[in-house]
């Protein structure tokens, strides 16, 4: 019997290397298949999130995690999401994400808070989602392992967080295709990729629970986003936006330059800037369906402090 050359051989080993990077590859689900257009929607999509501002500590390596935030049922940490393969989401695959992103559950099964705002990203286009998902995956890698949540509140997670969600949280419905133009659109935004209702609609300081029947009526300090209060931005002409026009609305989301000649700061600022893209990054033709969107809802009178 013939014995194998050295080539022979060299070839056989090669083949083997090639099959186990295809295992490893489908393995970790990178994206492959994604292409740049794909990849430039998803940062677009990123920026339409307000940059996912809330996995970047300030001055911190951007969506490595870390960025804390306490509620009253004690603290916990935004995780790492960048396409590390041991600290991050680098060994997750594709589905893996969006049923995160739009669920709230991690690979292992384990329930992520709705610090994450899964209720109103779930209402996302499958298409924006795994765009989304192509661009996570092109941001530099940053090993850093997560810091690991303190609940305080007994049996918070087991039995409490099950019936809040059931009996409290609302979830957006996603559409079979993102609307692309008008008023549709600038739902679309608002409410599933922009998630401003998590901030700007008033919640029970007893259950923290969303008041959907005042939508984007605003937020005290006292149930505002990280103790901040986030304004009434209904058309009400005495204490929200009425007086603003569509324009005027753009150019703020676009710019964070007010009517009055103030610039918008804490959060919003935040959002407006974003990371790696954030919400002056939207096209005039988005920036518009937004605030049309805006001017169309039912006018709440709700002053915020």
Same mark, same amino acid.
């Given at each position: ?28 689900? !990178? ?6 257009? $794909? ?16 996995? #970047? ?16 049922? @004690? ?12 600290? @991050? ?11 995160? %992103?739009?669920?709230?559950?991690? =690979?292992?099964?384990?329930? %992520?808070? +709705? ?7 779930? @209402? ?12 996570? /995956? ?35 419905? =996603? +559409? ?7 008023? +549709?659109?600038?739902?679309? !935004? ?11 609609? =008033?919640?029970?300081?007893? #259950?923290?629970?969303? $008041? ?12 505002? =986003?990280? &103790?901040?209060?986030?304004? *009434? %931005?209904?058309?009400?002409? @005495? ?9 005027? %609305? ?11 000649? $103030? ?7 935040? *959002?407006?800037? &974003? ?5 002056? $990054? !939207? ?8 605030? /049309? ?8 009178? *709700?002053?915020?402090?």
């Amino acid at each position: 019997m013939e014995r194998p050359t050295g080539s022979r051989v060299g070839m056989s080993v090669m083949s083997r290397l090639l099959l186990a990077a295809c295992f490893v590859v489908s393995s970790v689900g !990178l994206a492959w298949a994604a292409s740049p257009s $794909d990849v430039a929607r998803g940062k677009y999509i990123f920026g339409a999130a307000a940059g996912c501002g809330c996995h #970047t500590e300030p001055k911190g390596q951007v969506n490595a995690g870390g960025k804390k935030f306490v509620g009253p049922f @004690g603290t916990v940490y935004a995780a790492n999401i960048t396409p590390d393969i041991q600290t @991050g989401i680098g060994g997750w695959t594709d589905e893996q994400i969006v049923t995160a %992103i739009r669920s709230g559950r991690r =690979p292992n099964g384990e329930r %992520i808070l +709705p610090v994450h705002p899964f209720t109103s990203f779930n @209402g996302m286009a499958e298409e924006d989602l795994r765009a989304l998902v192509a661009f996570l /995956r092109t941001v530099p890698p940053v090993q850093r392992a997560n810091t690991p949540k303190k609940i305080i509140v007994p049996m918070f997670e087991s039995v409490f967080l099950p019936i809040w969600l059931s009996t409290f949280a609302s979830k957006e419905t =996603p +559409p079979a295709a993102a609307p692309d133009s008008g008023l +549709p659109r600038g739902e679309y !935004l608002v409410r599933a990729v922009g998630h401003c209702g998590e901030c700007h609609t =008033p919640r029970s300081a007893l #259950t923290m629970a969303v $008041d959907n029947t005042r939508f984007l009526a605003g937020n005290s300090k006292k149930t505002g =986003p990280e &103790g901040q209060a986030a304004p *009434n %931005i209904t058309p009400d002409a @005495g204490t929200g936006i009425g007086d603003w026009s569509e324009e005027q %609305i753009a150019t703020y989301l676009g710019t964070g330059n007010r009517p009055d000649g $103030d610039v918008a700061g804490g959060l919003m600022g935040e *959002n407006i800037q &974003g990371t790696l893209a954030g919400y002056k $990054d !939207l096209t005039k033709a988005d920036l518009r369906a937004i605030a /049309r969107y805006l001017k169309s809802i039912p006018a709440i009178k *709700n002053k915020i402090e």
